[in-house]
């Protein structure tokens, strides 16, 4: 982390801005990748979502402009470029669209965003929180699981009276 807080402005707006092109891009081909021919795979579950429901309709209210405003959201930034992904938008309207929202998110992670990064690992009660942040996430996936299979479970058994 000392060595990025070291680099210069530039070149440290320039590393957070090549971050969000890979990551939206990479999010992008997930979403390609999905429409041709992997809908079996563990990434179709995320088309059945409702984060990737609200992604849909903030797409088609926005149109390429969701690209944009997906960088200043936390969450579903990556599921709003999944679904241009899977609309297939055209590559010469997502491209420059993640590049501007690129610029913007470069432009938050250099200025407020590693400030507060810093302060936050750098305080003993920031450690503490992260790690009671992290085993709630941890915790809540695993009751996710646990319910998904609870729930699979009774439909397997027949019911007499309903089925005879």
Do not use: K
Not at 7 to 35: D, E, K, N
């Amino acid at each position: 982390m000392d060595r990025i807080n070291d680099l210069p402005y530039g070149w440290l707006f320039a590393f957070f801005w090549c971050l969000g092109m890979m990551r939206s891009h990479t999010m992008y081909w997930i979403g390609r990748g999905i429409t041709a021919g992997t809908a079996h795979s563990r990434w179709a579950g995320v088309l059945e979502t409702p984060l990737y429901a609200t992604a849909q309709a903030w797409a088609a209210r926005w149109g390429v402009l969701a690209i944009p405003m997906s960088f200043l959201t936390v969450g579903l930034q990556s599921c709003i470029q999944i679904s241009a992904g899977v609309t297939r938008m055209r590559l010469g309207l997502y491209s420059p669209a993640a590049a501007a929202g690129s610029v913007v998110w470069a432009a938050v992670y250099t200025t407020v965003g590693m400030a507060v990064i810093a302060a936050w690992l750098s305080s003993p009660a920031g450690r503490v929180v992260s790690v009671l942040i992290a085993a709630a996430v941890i915790g809540s996936i695993i009751a996710q699981h646990r319910h998904a299979g609870s729930r699979m479970r009774p439909s397997s058994i027949r019911d007499p009276q309903v089925h005879g």
